[in-house]
């Protein structure tokens, strides 16, 4: 079994970043495509981006595309979420979480196509 955490969430004001990271024990990170997902109180969870084994293949949701940007860090096993000009709207809990197969562009946001689950990070955008 794989268990991730994630970290870096936080407080922070509008305009301002923060960069998660998800890193797993038991397990090397590597052998895993990871998703990026977030759910806003009151809201169903949601599919903010997603990188490939290789980090060839990188996918965005609308609201994040050019603000977000998703890498990984074999050496240390790490898959990490800069989230730049961060808007209220991007308020929520973040999770990380592992699939086997490639995502591609039809499903790379699917949560049921991901296998295991960190706990979650709290990200909290306000003035």
């Known amino acids: 079994q794989v268990q991730l955490v994630e970290s870096g969430g936080g407080l922070v004001q509008p305009g301002g970043s923060l960069r998660l990271s998800c890193a797993a024990s038991g397990h090397e990170l590597d052998a895993y495509a990871v998703g990026w997902f977030r759910q806003a109180p009151g809201k169903g969870r949601e599919g903010i981006s997603s990188?490939?084994?290789?980090?060839?293949?990188?996918y965005y949701a609308g609201p994040v595309k050019g603000r977000f940007t998703i890498s990984r860090d074999s050496a240390k096993s790490t898959v990490f979420l800069q989230m730049n000009s961060l808007k209220p709207d991007d308020t929520a809990t973040y999770y990380c979480?592992?699939?086997?197969?490639?995502?591609?562009?039809?499903?790379?946001?699917?949560?049921?196509?991901?296998?295991?689950w960190g706990q979650g990070t709290q990200v909290t955008v306000s003035p």
């Open positions: 990188i490939s084994k290789s980090a060839g293949r990188t």
């Open positions: 979480a592992v699939r086997t197969s490639m995502p591609g562009a039809s499903d790379w946001w699917d949560e049921e196509l991901y296998a295991y």
